[in-house]
């Protein structure tokens, strides 16, 4: 429920800014591709000014998001590591149990030999 709510309060405004920003930009606009001739239309795209904003919101998103798991690398390392640490001792500590168990069945401790 929590969640929800703060996804509430951060997307909303988000989404509100986004829809007036692309209300008020639907003005066509030409981005030239080729650097060197402006007026070269085959390097042009022409789109309104809205669908710039938002490929650029989205290039943000996506890089932000790449670049954050990149640096989150070494932390998935050692997780992954220490995940297959505790499978070993998981399964050690098993096996002890198990063996422990068959020594107790195997000859109980009124049953063996005094001196």
Same mark, same amino acid.
């Not at 080729?34 to 085959?42: E, H, L, Q, R, T």
């Not at 943000?60 to 070993?88: N, V, Y």
């Given at each position: ?20 920003? &692309? ?6 606009? @030409? ?7 402006? &007026? ?27 670049? @954050? ?8 390392? @050692? ?20 063996? &422990? @168990? ?11 030999? &005094?001196?």
């Amino acid at each position: 429920m929590m969640s929800k709510l703060v996804n509430l309060i951060i997307l909303l405004p988000i989404g509100v800014v986004l829809v007036l920003l &692309s209300v008020a930009n639907r003005q066509s606009v @030409t981005m030239a591709l080729n650097p060197f001739n402006a &007026s070269d239309n085959v390097l042009a795209v022409s789109a309104p000014f809205f669908v710039y904003i938002f490929i650029a919101f989205i290039l943000g998103i996506l890089l932000g998001a790449l670049f @954050t798991w990149i640096s989150q690398r070494k932390h998935r390392k @050692t997780a992954k590591s220490s995940k297959r640490e505790a499978a070993l001792w998981r399964a050690e500590a098993d096996k002890q149990k198990a063996r &422990s @168990t068959e020594v107790s069945s195997a000859r109980p401790l009124d049953q063996l030999p &005094s001196s």
